[in-house]
């Protein structure tokens, strides 16, 4: 490096390399800076005398509060955050907001601390042991005059033997009341819901990934379906292609519903063989670093959609693909569930399965969209669409067996085509297309060879 020419060129390819490399991990997890900015959004909605505290659910698996995760990226149980925007002094360390942490370790889940990218980035936070919690805790909650929580994940608990009703969140409140009388207690829950609707560049990275990541695990179904196989068998071919991709996990229970089952919309036993013509809804999600796709599509197990079958299906993709097509910036959401199933009713009546646009609910029980993110169902308080909320689409029709005034060649059929849209700012984008969606290219990639036969040694 002696010709100081090729010694700047040498630093400008450095700084270059070196930002593709964040810019490449950026994609693979959510950044600590992004954790510190989520919660400085929280702590500037509090005014100077509150404070807000959450913590980490000691209820494990699906169904807990994730707002605790989502303005820490912890996933330690027994963790709470502290969040006093007036500021504590901590043995001669000012701090606004406090991590507490469990320390030492436990033969059955290790490190307490748990996975703790934080202590590298913890900005503006400070991370503490959680010994310490009661003493700084009652120094900061005796000084606050409103206190911030997160609903309480459940309501009551309901013990079947004494065939009582412990309530959770009012003998919460009691306790809290107790100790600290002068305490006026808010509920967080809206101000938290409000930012987690919509997604940071970060977010929308790790869902694109994921959906990403289900696509091809469907389009490996779509290869290996065929009679003879039960529901399991895909499930398995799904789930494997999940976490043989980096997936942690299925956001939800995979649905893999054939035949009559494709009607059972939450259904997840999967334990049918599946027969000569029967389709086959295949709802399913894969979570990467905590974000979840949610993706369905419904295939002819032979490989071959029925006349019957094709009638419907055209249906169910049309009022996919139109109510998609309309999603941008300034739409109300309920004109949105409405387009829907205004498609799916017009087809319907063309078909004469349905006389009365009112009454397409017999047919389409449910609602056509939801927001998706580190939940499944994930938060909304929204009426109008708005770039960075990234929800679903997924009409479909369900014609019971033995339906009353419907051509018996309908029945029994349930076939639903989900999709994840993402808003931009010029309209929208579809995050799943890689999926094959219309009946001559989902035909077709049945036709390729899959694992469908590999038998197990
Ligand atoms: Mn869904």
Request: glycine share 8%; charged share 25%.
């Amino acid at each position: 490096m002696k010709n100081p020419v090729s010694w700047a060129r040498f630093s400008l390819i450095t700084i270059l390399l070196t930002a593709l490399f964040f810019e490449v991990r950026a994609t693979d997890a959510i950044s600590a800076a992004e954790y510190q900015l989520r919660r400085d959004r929280v702590a500037a909605a509090l005014d100077s005398h509150a404070v807000a505290l959450l913590s980490s659910s000691t209820i494990q698996g699906r169904g807990r509060d994730l707002n605790f995760y989502y303005l820490t990226g912890c996933k330690s149980a027994n963790a709470m955050l502290l969040m006093a925007p007036r500021g504590v002094d901590v043995h001669g360390v000012r701090a606004t907001q406090f991590l507490f942490l469990p320390s030492g370790h436990n033969v059955y889940s290790g490190d307490l601390r748990g996975d703790v990218p934080l202590t590298e980035a913890p900005g503006a936070m400070i991370i503490v042991d959680k010994k310490k919690y009661d003493e700084i805790s009652r120094a900061v909650l005796s000084a606050a005059k409103t206190l911030y929580v997160p609903a309480w994940p459940q309501n009551y608990l309901h013990d079947p033997i004494s065939d009582k009703r412990f309530f959770i969140e009012r003998d919460a409140k009691k306790a809290l009341a107790e100790k600290y009388p002068h305490l006026q207690i808010k509920s967080l829950t809206g101000r938290m819901t409000q930012l987690r609707q919509i997604k940071s560049q970060q977010e929308i990275q790790l869902l694109r990934k994921a959906a990403e990541i289900t696509a091809r695990a469907l389009c490996e179904a779509m290869r290996s379906a065929e009679p003879g196989l039960y529901e399991y068998d895909l499930q398995a071919i799904i789930e494997f292609v999940f976490k043989r991709l980096g997936a942690e996990d299925s956001g939800f229970s995979s649905i893999l519903g054939s035949g009559p089952n494709a009607l059972i919309l939450h259904y997840e036993h999967n334990r049918r063989q599946m027969q000569p013509g029967d389709l086959v809804v295949m709802d399913v999600g894969a979570q990467y670093e905590g974000y979840g796709a949610d993706i369905t599509r419904t295939i002819p197990v032979s490989g071959r959609f029925t006349p019957a079958q094709r009638d419907l299906y055209e249906i169910v993709l049309k009022a996919n693909l139109e109510t998609t097509a309309m999603m941008q910036p300034g739409v109300p959401y309920k004109e949105v569930e409405a387009k829907a199933a205004a498609i799916v009713a017009e087809g319907l009546i063309k078909l004469g399965l349905l006389q009365d646009a009112k009454e397409v609910k017999k047919f389409l029980p449910h609602g056509v969209s939801h927001p998706i993110g580190l939940e499944t169902h994930d938060v909304f308080n929204f009426t109008v669409l708005e770039p960075g909320q990234v929800l679903t689409i997924e009409p479909g029709i369900y014609v019971p067996e033995n339906a009353p005034g419907v051509d018996p060649r309908y029945w029994g059929i349930g076939i639903r085509i989900e999709d994840d849209v993402l808003i931009t700012a010029q309209g929208h984008e579809v995050l799943t297309n890689a999926v094959p969606r219309t009946i001559a290219d989902i035909e077709k990639r049945m036709k390729e060879k899959g694992l469908g036969q590999v038998r197990i040694k």
